[in-house]
């Protein structure tokens, strides 16, 4: 399966959705095309059980229409999975056998125990987190998951959801005091009959737009300054804060609210607050987003039963980087090189004392070596500003909002000056150590770069020797080295302040004997 391109049709209780997907080996998998139809099917389910034939006929029309899009673009390999509302349905028998015969399409109905897993299978190959319980809550169930190092380990599916929680909760268009309560009384009452969840005390993940809406308000509260959703963080005071600004709202202020969608408004509240209780009932202090979900579990899986080395969940964030670096021009072997220069560099810098050595410091300059400078695939001459904007305004698997950006601060490193502007934003988010020491891990970065100027991979190794006021950097090559030579020595200066000592390089090309200073 060196190239797929496939969809998944998504059939939630709230929205349905068509997702078109195409996967490469060398460019890891793209989402090329997302449609999306707020339904609510659940809606449509009868006090007998049965969905009526408005709400089969909702289905019929939106699946007809995503079925002349996949013929437009001429995707034949499609998948349609069905949950909550399908599964509660006591006709869905009926309801796939006519959706057949209408449309030529076939439904798969999950069972509560497929949702939860593909749920887990698409938070573990896209969050670095390596145990946590995940949420997801859809428009009539709710998913939860305990993994422990990326093994799932327990799972379960309650019955509701935001769309049926708000049909038996709420009686207007939002929640009063006293609705609230009662909800808030029945979530606890039902999280707390899974022992394995109490007051355990792991990170919470939460999948699905609701989730997503969540997070997009408090950005756009907060003046967030970087973009997307995929690896945000919040407190259990942040969701609160959330739940009494909410509340505060009417039903039309809440319609015009930056970040949430305007087919959320009436169901947004009930979603936080079933956040809010699981929070409280695991004794969780962060709470996760990830943009990935089940149609990412299901297309993961199904890729995974071809290929076991797509993915990897115990190290997403490595995959992921050689895919990022690719997308901008950048070969897998030319970041083996970086990542092995950089590695040697450091070590020299730790074995004469001018560095400490920690293994995160070093998996973060791993990190930094494999994306460094990738902003050049767009303009040589503002290399640093697109490298920055790159990586810390996408969701990268992997990594956390903060991470992102200690890693774009290191990749974008150009000066002390530039440094200072990309990080003016942040300087909340770190410690005065830190800072310094990514600015320093950014100027040792900058250096190794001058080293392959030339693209042609010519140097060999690279040994320090201590002399008596300065440092001597021995670099070993194997052609004659006339670029690197020039860019080593004008950007020198960055990692003499760095780790405060004179330097002079010695280029000697093996063989030679040639030294030159």
Known sequence: MNDLKTAIIDIGSNTIRLVLYQYDKEEGLREIGNIK??????????PSGEMSEEGIQVLTETLLTYKAMLDDFEVTDVKAAATAAIRQ?????????????????????LSEEEEAYYGFVAVAHSIGTKSAITIDIGGGSTEITLFENKELQKSYSFPFGTVSLKQRFVKGDIMNGS???????????QFKSLPWIQDI?????AIGGSARNVAQIHQQKHGYPIASVHGYEMTKENLVELSMFLGSLSF????????LSVDRADIIAPALEVFNVLMEVVGSKLFQITKKGLREGLIIQRILQTDKRAFDKYNVFEGNAKRLARQYGRTETEVDYLTRLTDQLYRECCRFGYLQHNPKDLQLLA???????????????SASQHTFYLIANQSIDGLNHKERVKLALLASYKNKDYFQLFAAPFTEWMSREEYRKIRDFGA?????????????????????QTKEDYVQLNIYVKHNA?????QANRHKKHLERALKIPIKINFIEEGLNNYDN
């Open 179 to 189: 609705e609230k309560k009662e909800l808030i009384a029945f979530v606890k009452e």
């Open 444 to 464: 040792l970065l900058k250096f190794v770069y001058a080293l392959n100027v030339s693209k042609r991979k010519i140097v060999r190794s690279i040994k320090m």
């Open 89 to 109: 349905a006591t006709n869905r028998a009926k309801i796939i056998t006519v959706m057949k015969e209408r449309t030529g399409i076939q439904i798969e109905l």
């Open 367 to 381: 990190k930094a070596a494999k994306v460094f400078n990738i902003g050049e695939y767009i303009e040589l001459s």
């Open 201 to 205: 005390g792991l990170p919470i993940i």
């Open 252 to 259: 039309s202020e809440l319609k015009q609210l930056d970040g």
């Open 482 to 486: 006339a670029a690197e030579k020039y």
């Open 37 to 46: 139809t707020v339904a609510r099917l659940r809606t449509y389910l009868q």
